[in-house]
């Protein structure tokens, strides 16, 4: 058995981890916040600006890899193509999962599962991971990894007796 400061130590960590997963996952969701608030507000610099200047975003398209800045404010640009709402036409977002992970004092894992429709009324689930960092910047994205999932094939009939 441990020393009394050992198991006081230990009791201390074990009471802080909730906390540390909590401030992560609200982290998280406040970054996460900021890139759905520029999308409804059509605003794709505060999309931009979101990300380190050396970071990676792959997006669901064939070839949508960009590397740094420059590459991520094309894909941004052709994001919002799709999702900015004008008067008539209405973006939603709705979770169906979100987790944050904390890899240490200036990283979170972030993985969210969300169902997105764009302005012209189509719907999908977009699954994200996303690494981000803390910096003297703020909290900004280091990797975002989208895809969409495929849909599940139909059940196969059962045959009638």
Not at 55 to 76: C, D, S
Not at 83 to 101: G, L, M, R, T, Y
Not at 123 to 135: D, F, G, V, Y
Request: glycine letters at 6%.
């Amino acid at each position: 058995m441990g020393t009394p400061k050992t198991i006081m130590a230990f009791a201390v960590l074990l009471a802080l981890a909730p906390n540390a997963h909590a401030d992560a996952l609200a982290i998280a969701k406040a970054l996460d916040g900021r890139v759905d608030n520029a999308v409804k507000q059509c605003k794709p610099q505060l999309m931009v600006d979101l990300y380190e200047t050396n970071a990676v975003a792959i997006y669901p398209g064939e070839g949508e890899i960009g590397r740094n800045k420059a590459g991520i404010n094309r894909l941004v640009g052709d994001f919002f193509t799709a999702f900015c709402p004008d008067e008539k036409k209405k973006v939603a977002a709705k979770d169906v999962s979100f987790d944050a992970i904390q890899l240490g004092p200036k990283y979170i894992m972030i993985i969210r599962v969300v169902d997105v429709t764009d302005k012209d009324g189509n719907a999908t689930r977009l699954r994200a991971t996303e690494l981000i960092h803390k910096s003297s910047a703020g909290w900004r994205y280091v990797v975002d990894h989208a895809s969409i999932g495929v849909p599940a094939p139909p059940a196969a009939a059962t045959p009638r007796k």
